[in-house]
């Protein structure tokens, strides 16, 4: 069998020169065909160029795929941005004692959760107490005396002052008959001395002013006491109740109480310590709700808003997204970084073992980075990857209308929107395009769609 071999031969160029080049000799017939290489390699050339004219007819002429579309449209969306952010507890409290004393009782441990008026410690109160039963009974002395003048006489004080009163005007008529007898007597010489009609006349003057007392005594009785005293005893009463008030409330500040629903995160003394007024005893923080703290540029910080919306996810926990809302934006920015603090606030799931965030953990809190405007959107699933293209197969009727074939799109990519994307390129609202199968399709060719 005659296998090809390659020979050296002698050609001749322009200007008479020889060159040496390797020919192909090819059995043909029992004879040996010399083949120019350069020649072969023109022949194929365009062998391939043919080839690739005639593919896209020949892709047409592939059965119609079975593709899923979807609906161009245009809508408002609005760019979002991605911040790192640290959750931190809503509030962080350092509870101190509000008294001098010694704890007796400590009822919590670091890691407690305790709710608002929740006792945490106490102290002793045994003389406080003693005092408190004194200011209480001073107190109700004060109240009687109050009552008292408030119900005026009774009855039979009353009756005993009108009796005092007309034995006063008895001896009054008395005591001046006497002196007009003695006065009659003297004048007449009878007997009777100027020191008798002296005691006389002083008798009658005495008993005269008696009666006038025992009379006034009843209007007084009958009257009752004046609104200026019993105004005096009730001003006693205040005064007192305020000093039992007093007491009670220095009584329970010997009781430490948690100002807020939250947990124990520190100790600061133990039973049987002495802590002085204003001496920390724990600190507490609450985690329901919940915020994240986060930084944000000073290019983004116009756009976002209080209550503006916010998507947070904890890489401690992935797979899960929280919902929260922007609560403060504080308008002092970092020297340095050039980013303004935010405060994103959101519930906080419980778990059997206490909520799920926790404070100090590191999160990403995704917020509203632009103004809201007019776009077209796709699909996600529409989009198609061709290397550094990014592309979408519209839709359209074949030009033979013998059914409907598919042509792609050139886009760049705009803002994501759920599950939808912002594209911009040749596409119009109303077009359709292929959102399954369209992983091998081929320019032109024909499809047909899914119901």
Request: proline fraction near 5%; aromatic fraction near 4%; hydrophobic fraction near 40%.
């Amino acid at each position: 069998m005659n296998t090809p071999c390659v020979r050296r031969t002698d050609v001749r160029r322009a200007g008479n020169a020889h060159h040496h080049v390797d020919a192909v000799l090819l059995p043909v017939d029992r004879c040996w065909v010399r083949v120019d290489p350069l020649a072969t390699f023109k022949v194929l050339r365009r062998a391939m160029c043919l080839f690739l004219l005639v593919a896209p007819s020949a892709a047409v002429a592939q059965p119609p795929a079975v593709v899923e579309v979807a609906t161009v449209t245009q809508r408002d969306v609005v760019r979002e941005q991605s911040f790192t952010g640290t959750v931190t507890a809503r509030r962080q409290s350092v509870i101190g004692s509000a008294a001098d004393g010694r704890i007796v009782d400590f009822s919590v441990r670091e890691g407690d959760p305790v709710k608002k008026g929740q006792p945490l410690a106490a102290l002793r109160t045994g003389t406080l107490e003693i005092e408190l039963l004194g200011a209480r009974a001073e107190l109700l002395l004060r109240q009687q005396e109050l009552a008292e003048l408030q119900h005026g006489s009774r009855p039979a004080e009353i009756d005993r002052a009108r009796a005092h009163a007309a034995a006063a005007e008895a001896r009054k008529i008395y005591a001046t008959a006497k002196l007009k007898r003695t006065q009659r007597l003297y004048e007449q010489r009878a007997g009777i001395n100027q020191d008798e009609l002296d005691q006389a006349q002083a008798a009658a003057t005495a008993f005269s002013q008696e009666f006038k007392v025992a009379t006034a005594d009843l209007e007084l009785m009958e009257e009752g006491p004046r609104e200026e005293r019993i105004l005096q005893a009730d001003a006693r009463v205040a005064v007192q109740q305020e000093a039992v008030h007093l007491i009670e409330e220095r009584i329970a500040l010997q009781t430490i109480r948690a100002p807020f629903d939250g947990y124990v995160v520190k100790e600061h003394n133990e039973v049987g310590g002495w802590v002085n007024r204003g001496q920390p005893i724990v600190e507490l923080v609450e985690l329901d709700p919940i915020q994240v703290r986060v930084f944000v540029p000073e290019t983004f910080i116009a756009f976002v808003r209080k209550s503006t919306p916010a998507l947070v996810t904890v890489e401690a926990l992935p797979g899960q997204e929280f919902t929260g809302q922007v609560v403060d934006i504080v308008p002092q920015a970092d020297l340095r970084s050039r980013t303004f603090p935010v405060h994103v606030e959101m519930k906080n799931p419980e778990t059997d073992a206490g909520h799920l965030l926790k404070s100090g953990m590191f999160a990403r809190v995704t917020l509203t980075s632009s103004q809201t405007h007019q776009a077209i959107v796709v699909p996600k699933d529409a989009l198609v990857l061709n290397g550094e293209r990014r592309e979408v197969y519209v839709v359209q009727n074949a030009q033979d209308g013998s059914g409907r074939t598919v042509h792609p799109v050139p886009v760049t990519l705009g803002v994501a929107d759920d599950s939808f994307i912002e594209v911009r390129g040749g596409l119009e609202a109303g077009q359709q395009v292929v959102t399954k199968g369209n992983e091998r399709l081929r320019p032109g060719q024909a499809v047909v769609v899914a119901e």
